[in-house]
């Protein structure tokens, strides 16, 4: 089955630094979705990559995703506040359900 | 237009009571998806529908969750005889439709605690 590890499990940072967070899967992957969830909210949608090589950027986070489609990065540039959260990476393996990470719990300090 | 609307947002139920969590989906979509989040746990499929299809159950921990969906649209998750185990975050998700690389879009959940 379908298995996907995050690192690391959690991550202090101090504003304005830079960041980045990997997601590796068991198998190649379809697609691979990465989520943002802040306490007591639901999951928030930032970035799917189908591609080998693959590389979006929305704002200052940008995700990418290997060339062998099994690991995926996302990296945050100039961190603020804003960016605290739990993001999570979910494996399409052309299986309907997602299949999730548990998560990088990320914290901005001042 | 709007999200993935859930509730209540939070539940405080008693051990042994029936408890039942509801989903409105984003209007058009066709497939819903229910997710469970427990601490220290990543999230956990429960169940999905797609359209008019019978509904993959294939993730659900027990028969003492079931799910239905009405005319398409809104779902309701049950959980009778409630255990101190299912105290989780649920959360609902919809997509356009079933299959891949449909984005799932998600509720903000609702917390489950079981005394």
């Known amino acids: 089955s379908q298995e996907l590890e995050q690192s690391p499990q959690s991550l202090i940072v101090q504003e304005g630094k830079n960041l980045t967070i990997n997601c590796t899967s068991s198998k190649t992957l379809y697609g691979l979705y990465w989520y943002k969830q802040k306490y007591g909210e639901g999951l928030i949608f930032l970035m799917m990559?189908?591609?080998?090589?693959e590389e979006k950027s929305h704002e200052k986070i940008t995700a990418k995703l290997d060339e062998k489609k099994q690991q995926s990065s996302l990296h945050i540039t100039a961190s603020q506040p804003s960016h605290a959260g739990i993001y999570l990476c979910?494996?399409?393996?052309?299986?309907?359900?997602?299949?999730f990470g548990k998560g990088t719990r990320l914290s901005v300090i001042a | 237009g709007a999200g993935v609307s859930q509730s209540p947002s939070n539940k405080v139920t008693e051990k042994g009571k029936d408890v039942e969590l509801r989903c409105d989906p984003i209007?058009?979509?066709?497939?819903l998806y229910w997710y469970r989040q427990s601490l220290g746990q990543g999230l956990e499929f429960l169940i999905y529908?797609?359209?008019?299809?019978?509904?993959?159950k294939s993730g659900l921990p027990s028969d003492r969750f079931s799910a239905e969906r009405t005319g398409g649209s809104v779902s309701t998750l049950t959980i009778q005889r409630t255990q101190q185990e299912d105290s989780a975050v649920y959360l609902c998700?919809?997509?356009?439709?079933?299959?891949?690389?449909?984005?799932?879009?998600f509720g903000p959940g609702t917390r489950l605690t079981v005394l």
């Open positions: 990559l189908q591609k080998g090589g």
């Open positions: 209007s058009g979509h066709t497939a």
């Open positions: 998700a919809s997509s356009w439709t079933s299959g891949s690389l449909n984005t799932q879009y």
């Open positions: 979910g494996a399409d393996n052309r299986n309907t359900p997602l299949v």
């Open positions: 529908f797609q359209g008019n299809s019978a509904p993959d």
